[in-house]
């Protein structure tokens, strides 16, 4: 499973509005790539860290998440975890409601059906 | 010839040094002088309704509401009223804020009589001279919502009259709950959308009067962050000042096919355990935003120390309290290195419920809400 996430991960294109992104599996390592300036893959993976973190405690109040969004004044953070307990994070600018939406959404349906047997 | 007595509101959440302030400033400036306290701002807004102030003395650090925010609100709602920041923590951090702020002076707090009286002599200074009366706001995005959140803290009876243009707009706060917007043709939430919008303008804080009717019944924290969403969520250009409303078209930021509707993944039951798992499909993935609406089920105000500040139908007080306070810390490591600005907010879209957890200064606020299925609720669920 992880190789495949991995390698789709890999083969991912960017797409208008995105900034950089990580994906991180329950075996504690990640992946990131990076499109903007002023983003590194430490702190990347240290906010996917934070990601996996916030699912738990998300849980632990009984709210069953299905994404996180982080939202700060620059940027979001959209988020998804598989069933499988990996997390993805994604960087977006903030018009990434109205210029890149679509991709967003289809970035995470490739995501939640990477080595589950569906259609990419 | 009789000189008008000035009045000096100091704001302090010190009473002890209050009544030092009453005392000593009482005994410098004579009968020149009304002087007035308030220990907090929501004290400080109800005088600023009643009398007419002529200077301003506050301190930053200050529970609820701090300084810096109250400076923030005095800037856009009474910009012509003297500010004058009275501090203990003299940073020069605080001091660039505050002067960007409005404040006339920064103004650290003397450890003996003589700084004090350095300190009266700098503020009656500052009060010979006489601003303009009256005064005029302009309305940016932040500025309105800034505002209304301050008189729903403060518990306030206003009416805002907003106008943009050809635009024109009321918001009626009572007793600090936000109850009836009209704008052109819109009413309710729709009017307070719109006019949380404009993307500049002006407004005024006029004495309440009873509405027409009571067009909006939610929480004014809920309806401000639903604002506030709406607009993040949208990268059309909000509508102008130099605009029309016709009262019919809805504009860019409040359209509803844009809001961010959950997609049904595990499929729960009322105890949130977990009965069935659906894989999810394209078709399934968006329920129609325009067949369904927002109800709050639950809703926790916190300061990050643990006080709960107001809550409803909130079963876990202590969880939601836990969670702000991680989510604060958690927020802040998130961003270290990284050049995402200043924290918000952490949306949570569940499977059947949307949460919202904003972190404001040393406020935590939580609001759950569910989605209510107005038209086709099966429908929408088909593949």
């Known amino acids: 499973m992880k ?50 973190d916030g699912f738990q405690i998300v849980q632990m109040n009984r709210i069953n998440p299905y994404r996180l969004r982080w939202v700060y004044s620059g940027a979001f953070l959209y988020c998804e975890r598989r069933q499988d307990g990996t997390c993805l994070g994604v960087f977006t600018a903030k018009t990434i409601e109205s210029t890149g939406r679509e991709e967003l959404e289809r970035f995470f349906g490739e995501f939640q059906a990477v080595a589950r047997g569906g259609a990419l | ?58 301190d930053i650090h200050m529970p609820l509401v701090d300084g810096l925010q109250f400076l923030n609100l005095l800037q856009r709602k009474y910009p012509n009223i003297l500010k004058v920041v009275l501090t203990g923590d003299a940073t020069e951090q605080h001091r660039a804020t505050c002067l960007s702020s409005g404040a006339e002076f920064f103004l650290e707090k003397p450890r003996d009589s003589g700084g004090w009286h350095s300190v009266y002599a700098t503020l009656h200074e500052l009060t010979r001279f006489q601003p303009e009366e009256g005064f005029h706001g302009v309305l940016r995005r932040v500025g309105l919502q800034d505002v209304l959140q301050m008189e729903c803290l403060a518990r306030n009876s206003s009416l805002l009259k907003i106008s943009a243009g050809n635009i024109q707009g009321l918001v009626y706060v009572k007793d600090g709950q936000i109850i009836h917007a009209q704008c052109g043709n819109r009413t309710g939430e729709d009017a307070f959308n719109y006019l949380l919008s404009l993307s500049g303008g002006e407004f005024d804080v006029r004495p309440f009067t009873a509405p027409p009717t009571q067009s909006i019944s939610g929480s004014w924290e809920f309806l401000l962050m639903e604002a506030a969403r709406k607009r993040d969520e949208d990268g059309s250009p909000a509508p102008s000042s130099g605009g029309t409303d016709d009262g019919l078209s809805t504009p860019p930021v409040v359209a509803s096919s844009e809001r961010n509707t959950p997609a049904i993944v595990p499929v729960i039951d009322s105890g949130t355990r977990i009965v069935s798992e659906e894989p999810i499909t394209p078709a399934q993935e968006r329920a129609p935003a325009e067949a369904a609406e927002p109800k709050v089920d639950e809703l926790l105000v916190c300061s990050l120390q643990g006080e709960v500040l107001h809550e409803w139908q909130c079963n876990n007080t202590n969880g939601r309290v836990g969670f702000l306070e991680f989510l604060s810390q958690k927020a802040r490591l998130l961003g270290r290195g990284l050049p995402l600005g200043d924290f918000d907010r952490l949306e949570i879209d569940g499977a059947d419920c949307r949460v919202v957890a904003q972190i404001q200064s040393d406020i935590g606020l939580f609001v759950r809400t569910s989605t209510v299925k107005t038209e086709d609720p099966l429908g929408s669920m088909q593949p």
């Open chain 1, 3 to 52: 190789d495949q996430v991995n390698q789709w991960f890999e083969q991912s294109v960017p797409f208008e509005g995105i900034l950089a992104c990580g994906v991180r599996f329950p075996d504690q390592t990640s992946a990131t790539k990076i499109w903007a300036d002023g983003f590194e893959d430490v702190a990347v993976e240290n906010a996917l860290r934070c990601v996996v």
């Open chain 2, 1 to 58: 010839m009789a000189h008008k007595k000035k009045k000096i509101l100091f704001v302090d959440d010190d009473v002890n040094l209050l009544g030092v302030l009453r005392q000593l400033m009482g005994e410098y400036a004579g009968n020149a002088w009304e002087i007035l306290t308030a220990p907090d701002v929501s004290k400080a807004l109800g005088a600023l309704q009643e009398h007419r102030i002529d200077l301003l003395v506050i």
